[in-house]
């Protein structure tokens, strides 16, 4: 039996953790090591305990270097590359058998992801070719190539044409929209529909889909890898049924027992409606608008010639939804797509590279008779569906500011209620370091507020502990050391009457 790798909370993977135990193939396990890039994104980090699971050797290609991730996947090897920096891509490939793309540059908006996804597939396929490995598996979208495409999908298939272009086989899986807790696509469904009462139809909301669950789409990318006869082919992945994006909402709403009016509207402009959905879902504008650029075609398998050789049954688009909403209510969301957005944020100057130098600073602090361990759960369970503690509206219209600027906002949450670790989100924040009862350390994302953070600190002091929040503010412009003035003022009113709260309700 292959032996089984724990999870971040030490706990053995069980049947429902894990998509593979009914998968129809048989581990290789004289496979040599496994490479997969975009370990940090949304499919990445759930393939990875799949693999690890099954008795593989795996190496974990991410563009920035965090401890996070050697408590996650403790028998992983961790390399730091970038696909677009062809030297760094070396190491990563040095002693690869397979290696898994899934890098994309979507959330790089519209404008901006097509040359570099180009760019980084030309990069990876030279040097694979340079190391000689045996395989590379390619997860890419769904579309009638016979047909005009969206930017989004064409670039797709684009990078799959480039990485075929070397001496390397490249196995391509395409899927259409993917369904799953914390994927884009479902919380941008759920939450239109939760939110809105009355709905506009545009006319292609009646374009055919063929939508897939986050957990065939993990079965395939593990089963290609086990079947020596797909090597070098190309696939289209779907789930059971074929269905309008306009009975793809219906179905929620039934699911929820919630009564939605739709109406047909005249008006079609993709950019008109991912912008409202911006504003209404956690997923900021670049990433709707890049999703809802599909939309236009219809992406359905016009052939499942992958069943031949993969026989199982995937489940249907309800079945997702309620897989989805069952692991977010028992808060078991392993990986949510703000986990790689904004873009390279692993990348982003750290409080430590500038201490000492911030322009701006405040500090406030309160004694407390409670224990470090309550207070510190206390400040863990900020932000999110709970709010602030204190003046949650205040902070959430700061967010609203943001998001009109298609700036992430507020409404991005966070993946979990329960836990969090480095490079977890919690609103317009991202958490830089967590010291268990002693620090929090938020960093801001706010395209409005770069060059931000909030620190937590609790210590001892004289038999009590001592709650230290500390702000740090570093504007790149004129009008930011403007806006820092301006807000000074409600600084002793926001932060002294957070730590109370943050107290009170430890």
Known sequence: MH???????????????????????????????????????YIGGRLIPELIARGYRVRAMVRGASSVYRKMWPEVEVVVADALLPRTLEKALEGVDTAYYLIHSLYL????FEAADIKAAANFRLVAEEKGIRGIIYLGGLGDISSPLSSHLRNRMEVA???????????????????????????????????????????WAQNNCQPISIRDVIKYLVGVLEIPESVGLSFSIGGKEILTYLE???????????????????????????????????????????LMEGLKDKVICEDM????????????????????????????????????????????????ELRGRERFKAKFAIFSEKSATSIFKSICRIGGKEGWL?????WRLRGAVDRLFAGVGTSRGRKSYGHLQINDVIDFWRIEDIRPNKRLLLRSEMKT???????????????RRKITLRAYYDPLTIMGRFYWYMILPFHNLIFKNLLKEIDKKS
């Open 109 to 112: 908006g519209p404008k901006e």
């Open 161 to 203: 044409e480039e990485l075929k272009q070397g001496t390397v086989p490249v196995t391509i899986l395409r899927a259409a929209i993917i369904i799953g807790s914390g994927s884009a696509s479902y919380e941008i469904i759920e939450h239109l529909i939760r939110r809105l009462a009355i709905m506009p139809v545009p006319r």
């Open 248 to 290: 793809m909402l219906k179905i929620f709403s039934e699911i929820l027992n919630k009564k939605t009016i739709y109406f047909n509207c005249p008006i079609s402009s993709i950019k008109f409606y991912a912008y409202l959905a911006s504003q209404i879902t956690p997923v900021p504008n670049a990433i709707t608008q890049c």
């Open 390 to 394: 204190y003046n949650t509206w205040m």
């Open 3 to 41: 032996k089984q790798e724990k999870n971040p909370k030490g706990k053995i993977p069980t049947p429902d953790d894990l998509f593979c135990h009914d998968l129809p193939t048989n581990p290789l396990p004289f496979l040599g090591r496994i490479l997969v890039t975009g370990a940090s994104g």
């Open 449 to 463: 507020l770069r060059r931000a953070w909030l620190e937590f600190s609790v210590r001892e002091r004289g038999g």
């Open 305 to 352: 010639a992958i069943k031949s050789i993969l026989p199982f049954e995937p489940v249907s688009y309800r079945q997702a939804l309620l897989n989805a909403m069952t692991r977010e209510q028992q808060d078991r969301v392993s990986t949510r797509w703000s986990d790689a957005f904004p873009p390279a944020h692993e990348l982003a100057l750290k409080l430590h």
